[in-house]
């Protein structure tokens, strides 16, 4: 009986993580990125890039995070899934903060 409980406890944690995403993220150096956005989270001004060498980043957009395309400054809702953006970000910690990010195409 005891087995059955410690499988449904096993069970229900897996399936949490699954529906938070796992957090399967990255945390890489300071530097610049080239990547394709591939999640969204518009309530959190937060993106999501797949990287060109495979890396993961979550992006929570801060209040001095530029957003431009063509050289133009553009609204976080110009986003979408499967645009190729570079991205510019600090490390702090074990978070990466947003500089900037440009849509490339």
């Known amino acids: 009986m005891r087995h059955i409980s ?3 406890i096993f069970l229900a944690f897996t399936l949490m993580l699954a529906a938070c ?3 399967g993220t990255d945390v890489v150096e300071s530097g610049t990125y080239t990547g394709t ?3 969204l989270n518009p309530e959190e001004t937060e993106i999501y890039v797949e990287t060109e060498d495979g890396q993961r980043l979550e992006l929570y957009f801060t209040d001095t995070t530029t957003l431009t ?3 133009q400054t ?3 809702s110009t986003l979408q899934t499967g645009q190729q ?3 510019e970000v600090e490390k702090t910690g074990q ?3 947003p500089i900037s990010v440009e849509i490339l195409q």
């Open 6 to 8: 410690l499988a449904s």
């Open 21 to 23: 995403g796992g957090g």
């Open 37 to 39: 956005i591939d999640e």
């Open 69 to 71: 395309q063509g050289g």
């Open 74 to 76: 553009v609204p976080f």
């Open 85 to 87: 953006v570079q991205v």
């Open 95 to 97: 978070r990466l903060d």
